[in-house]
Nanobody, 124 residues
Framework: QVQLVESGGRLVQAGNSLRLSCAAS????????MAWFRQAPGKAREFVAV????????YYADSVKGRFTISRDNARNTVYLQMNSLKPEDTAVYYC?????????????????WGQGTQVTVSS
């Protein structure tokens, strides 16, 4: 079956960097667009970034543009989220998601598979 496993989340101080990884299995990874979402306590899940199947197109939420970079390695079936200049408001559980249509949607309902999430906590 399809599995998405996130890793890399931890407690960091504001201004520091983190790289999240999401390892995929059970699917033809290169045919799926991949995205990162996040959910802070008491808030709805929100879009962070998406990358097309080949990696040539990326889109970001305004709140992370210029600080976060999404990338993928189709040979390793892995998508990454490089997060720089972290802020306390970036604190959330980060989820990766896969869309079999290969489109680059920003809405959570468009995604077929989800990981279990990894906690990122940014202290001030």
């Amino acid at each position: 079956q399809v599995q998405l496993v996130e890793s890399g989340g931890r407690l960091v101080q504001a201004g520091n960097s983190l790289r999240l990884s999401c390892a995929a299995s059970g699917l033809t990874f290169s045919s799926y667009s991949m995205a990162w979402f996040r959910q802070a306590p008491g808030k709805a899940r929100e879009f962070v970034a998406v990358i097309s199947t080949g990696g040539g197109r990326t889109y970001y939420a305004d709140s992370v543009k210029g600080r976060f970079t999404i990338s993928r390695d189709n040979a390793r079936n892995t998508v990454y989220l490089q997060m720089n200049s972290l802020k306390p408001e970036d604190t959330a559980v980060y989820y990766c998601a896969a869309d079999r249509t290969g489109a680059v949607y920003r809405t959570a309902g468009s995604y077929n598979y989800w990981g279990q999430g990894t906690q990122v906590t940014v202290s001030s």
